[in-house]
């Protein structure tokens, strides 16, 4: 299989991959009907990366495919590293593919003397040569500002409702929000499962704790209704399994949960699976290893969604054609 694909205007579209999720990297590969391109990549030892493309990349337009899992400054580092070396092999154009984008929960200052890590992220990806950033579902709109450039910010959103039809009686379904700040995206879901109610939990957060809140009560009537918990990613499980103990404690007939980012890190998997909820449903925009799945949770691939936005770009059409307008 070739790793290059040819539009009618002889330009070059190229798919390289990071040492981060290189299974998903596959993925999209096999949508867009290429291979990657080689990449020698590998770490001396004192902890620096090397990379180096084994093609020419010339006038291509290049894709360089690495989501932020942990350990997360590595692959940020070996992401801009590729950017680099395409830049001085002298592709055409330049886009970082993220779908999960690192540092994207620091995207504000909350105290002072604090960074704002999300815009530097941004900064440092355009300095290293990305003219354009791809991404799924970042934390928080206000991200697409940070980039000097375009930002396709694609929704697993479409993708998760889908599934989760097959899951739950939608007739007698509640979306719920894990906080205040995420009931547009709730809004979103709800109205894709067939305009049901709508209700979020209030929760308190310790700014001086990482990954501390407490879910205080649930406002909306959840009593009988199945549940679906929506969120952009789960880490530790904390915030999750606290907002579902909420919702079964109003009353509520059963709690699915449907998040995009599966980060799933320290005591995450246990809570999850000691926790009342039926079932977890997440993307696979970062690797979920052996060792974090359990009974409960189901993984979806994000690998089409990726290989369509990525075809809409090099072939310059819409982006936001795939989700109906909306971004």
């Given at each position: 299989?070739?790793?290059?694909i040819h539009?009618?205007g002889?330009r ?7 040492r ?6 596959r ?6 009907g290429i ?9 001396f ?17 290049v894709?360089?495919?690495q ?22 092999a002298?592709?055409r154009?330049?886009t ?17 003397r ?19 950033i ?7 709109a ?8 375009p930002?396709?910010?694609?929704w ?25 700040g ?10 894709k499962?067939?305009?049901?109610p709508?209700a ?8 001086t ?7 205080n009560?649930?406002?909306?009537d959840?009593?009988g ?31 699915v949960v ?25 993307t696979d ?7 974090q ?23 310059g ?11």
């Open positions: 299989m070739n790793t290059k539009n009618p002889e070059e579209l190229v798919l390289a991959s990071g981060a999720h290189p299974q998903l990297a993925d999209v590969a096999r949508e867009l291979d990657l391109l080689p990449v020698s990549a590998y770490d030892a004192n902890s620096e990366t090397y990379v180096r493309y084994g093609d020419s990349i010339r006038d291509a337009d894709f360089v495919l989501s932020h899992a942990a350990p997360v400054n590595q692959w940020i580092m070996e992401q801009l590293l590729m950017l680099d070396a395409a830049k001085r002298s592709a154009t330049i970082a593919v993220c779908p999960f984008y690192g540092y994207a929960r620091q995207d504000k200052k909350s105290r002072g604090e960074p704002i890590s999300a815009r530097l992220v941004a900064d440092l990806l355009q300095t290293a040569g990305a003219e354009r791809m991404s799924v579902d970042l934390h928080t206000q991200i697409q500002g940070f980039f000097d450039g930002v396709d910010h694609l697993a959103l479409p993708l998760l409702v889908e599934y989760v039809k097959t899951r739950v009686d939608t007739s007698n379904v509640t979306v719920v929000s894990p906080d205040a995420r009931i547009r995206v709730a809004e979103q879901w709800a109205s499962l067939g305009g049901g709508l979020f939990v209030h929760k308190t957060r310790d700014v704790k990482p990954n501390a809140s407490k879910a009560r649930v406002v909306g959840v009593a209704h199945d549940c679906v918990l929506v969120d952009d990613l789960i880490d530790t499980g904390g915030t999750i399994v606290e907002g579902a103990n909420v919702l079964m404690d109003a009353g509520a007939k059963s709690v449907a998040a995009t980012h599966g980060v799933l890190s320290e005591l995450a998997i246990q809570r999850l699976q000691d926790s009342p909820i039926k079932e977890v449903i997440v925009t970062l690797p979920i290893s052996p060792e799945h359990f009974p409960k949770l189901t993984v979806l691939s994000i690998a089409p969604v990726l290989a369509a936005a990525i075809n809409e770009v090099f072939n059409g819409s982006v936001t054609s795939l989700f109906g307008g909306n971004t």
